[in-house]
């Protein structure tokens, strides 16, 4: 099997404007997560998505998904958890009470608020979970990178060329991913600021696809100005 995970169930405040968790906020006319989770869809690429979204939200988000016909049988909402290890505990959880996990299953964990995200990105990393058990999508830094210590004085600068930003989906082995958060001590744990780390974190070697980059967290209002822009063009070209 291939799931795609979206993880929805962050009520991030960065956004000044947001009255509502960000996800649902709207650009180009329409929430972000719906502008994510149709671009998942019309990938074709898997048998089941899955959405995990904080819990006082589930109910909001499947009324959504109903009034935009959007509904399908292969699309799961779940319940997230009180942090990102825990709402991808859920989603592990889900599937295995449903389906059980077996050696070949993939998942690909993507963020709610990254509606950009291509099929080649999508399809590069289900056909490279063949190959390694993780992948992250990745792009190449462009600007200078300073590695401070401590307060504002600069220890070095590292070369470029050896550092990349870390875009969403990361995709794993399910089993390897799994294995991974099982074995996560408390300590552990509070390193976690990514999914990939997960396995990181346990030996498990990490390799890149290209990422893209119009492929955005949107996280603060600017974001939101930006992705406004990215997807009223890629509407006009569309036509």
């Not at 960000?22 to 998505?49: C, H, N, V, Y």
């Not at 009470?97 to 964990?109: A, P």
């Not at 004085?153 to 082995?173: I, T, W």
Request: aromatic share 6%; proline share 4%; net charge negative.
């Amino acid at each position: 099997m291939r799931y795609a995970a979206i993880l929805a169930g962050g009520v991030g405040n960065r956004m000044k404007s947001a009255h509502i968790p960000k996800q649902f906020l709207e650009i180009a006319g329409k929430p972000i997560i719906i502008w994510t989770l149709e671009r998942i869809m019309k990938s074709a690429l898997f048998d089941e998505i899955i959405i995990a979204i904080h819990p006082e939200w589930n109910e909001y988000l499947k009324t959504m998904i109903r009034d935009r016909d959007l509904n399908r049988s292969y699309v799961k909402v779940i319940d997230g958890g009180k942090e990102r290890l825990d709402t991808i505990r859920n989603v592990i959880d889900y599937i295995d009470k449903t389906h059980g996990v077996n050696d070949s299953d993939k998942i690909l964990i993507h963020d709610a608020v990254r509606p950009f995200v291509t099929d080649k990105i999508m399809k590069d990393s289900m056909d490279a979970l063949d190959q390694y058990p993780a992948v992250v999508a990745a792009i190449p830094a462009t600007d200078t990178m300073l590695w401070i210590e401590d307060g504002t004085k600069v220890d070095s600068m590292p070369a470029r060329s050896k550092l990349f930003h870390g875009q969403a989906p990361d995709s794993f082995r399910l089993t390897v991913l799994r294995d991974s958060l099982d074995s996560l001590s408390d300590e552990e744990k509070e390193t976690i600021t990514g999914t990939a780390q997960i396995c990181l974190t346990k030996g498990i070697e990490i390799h890149t696809v290209p990422g893209d980059v119009e492929n955005i967290k949107l996280t603060s209002d600017g974001d939101l100005m930006i992705a406004e822009g990215i997807m009223r063009e890629r509407i006009e070209r569309d036509k």
